[in-house]
């Protein structure tokens, strides 16, 4: 099947992106073209126009600023991937994107679609919400910036307003020798995954935790931080974790029903994936100088 008919525009500026933003009903941002162009496709979505942002100067590129790395959403997946500057600071975002899709699609598709379509099991804007980015959002009046904790508002659904665009993505980078660690359950490597988690930590340097984030994804609508479990590793040595606050959250949550597993399995995966990315934060950290 293919797309109902649309009239496609072509900006070549942020001011002609707005212009068409607040004038044009029915209208999409096409980014990648990734996610928009097969539910175009399927008929699920059927914009009357379609705004092509590729041509906009600046909207992508990966920046060292004293605020925080900033990621532009025009930033294509393999970009992320390759940066030597991500690898570095931003190590869980290099380790979840592997996981994102193929070589293919990594090259079109962008940090900014990922983290406006928002798939549950997309791996994108969950590593945002684990690692409390901020969301950078231009609107007619100019800036505002959307915290992670308030960007994701359901299925598929952003905190982006008719008229906003997002601009950029901020990440504050975790302290030099941080632990993190990913796990994800995926019937073929590069579809998307049934369920995920994901895990940072820091440490003091007599090996006990300083700071935690635990994150589930695929298993509720939205990413879910598990705070309390998070709260429960400070102050334990490494080594002698209790794992098990952390895959008692996990399972606790209200997990999704779909055609692949029963809410029952999803829950059960959520617990088995916490325990392995906190392990592999635990390895990682271990390793750092
Ligand atoms: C075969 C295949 C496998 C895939 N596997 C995975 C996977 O394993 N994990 C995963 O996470 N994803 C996967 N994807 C999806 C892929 O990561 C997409 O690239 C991503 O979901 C959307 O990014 P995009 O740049 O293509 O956005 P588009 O498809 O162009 O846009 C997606 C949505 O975001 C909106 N949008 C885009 N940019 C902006 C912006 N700057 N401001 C406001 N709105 C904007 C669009 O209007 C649209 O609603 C897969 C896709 C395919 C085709």
């Not at 990913?182 to 988690?197: K, M, S």
Request: hydrophobic letters at 40%; one cysteine or more; proline letters at 6%.
């Amino acid at each position: 099947m293919k797309a109902p008919p649309f009239q496609y525009h072509r900006p070549q500026t942020r001011e002609e992106l707005g212009t068409l933003l607040s004038s044009l009903e029915n209208a999409k941002i096409l980014a990648g073209g990734q996610s928009l162009m097969p539910m175009m496709n399927l008929r699920v979505l059927a914009p009357d126009h379609l705004i092509d942002i590729n041509r906009i100067p600046g909207l992508a590129g990966i920046r060292e600023t004293p605020e925080g790395i900033e990621i532009g959403a025009m930033t294509r997946q393999a970009d992320i991937l390759s940066s030597d500057v991500v690898k570095a600071r931003l190590p869980l975002l290099s380790r979840a994107l592997e996981h994102v899709g193929h070589i293919q699609t990594r090259a079109r598709g962008t940090i900014g679609g990922s983290c406006c379509h928002l798939d549950p099991s997309a791996e994108q804007p969950a590593m945002c919400a684990i690692l409390d980015a901020e969301f950078i959002v231009t609107r007619p009046d100019g800036h505002r910036i959307v915290p992670a904790s308030e960007w994701f508002e359901g299925l598929l659904q952003s905190a982006l307003g008719e008229q906003e665009f997002l601009e950029a993505i901020r990440i504050k980078p975790w302290a030099k020798g941080h632990g993190y660690g990913f796990a994800e359950y995926a019937r073929r490597h590069g579809d998307f995954a049934i369920a995920g988690g994901a895990a940072l930590i820091e440490a003091s340097k007599d090996g006990r935790i300083t700071r935690a984030a635990l994150l589930s994804f695929g298993i509720e609508a939205s990413p879910r931080r598990l705070s309390d479990a998070e709260a429960a590793l400070i102050d334990q040595p490494i080594g002698k974790l209790d794992l098990e606050p952390a895959v008692a959250a996990a399972r606790a949550l209200d997990a999704m029903e779909d055609v692949h597993v029963t809410p029952d399995y999803r829950r059960h995966l959520a617990g088995v994936l916490i325990r392995r990315a906190l392990n592999e934060a635990c390895t990682t950290l271990e390793r750092q100088p």
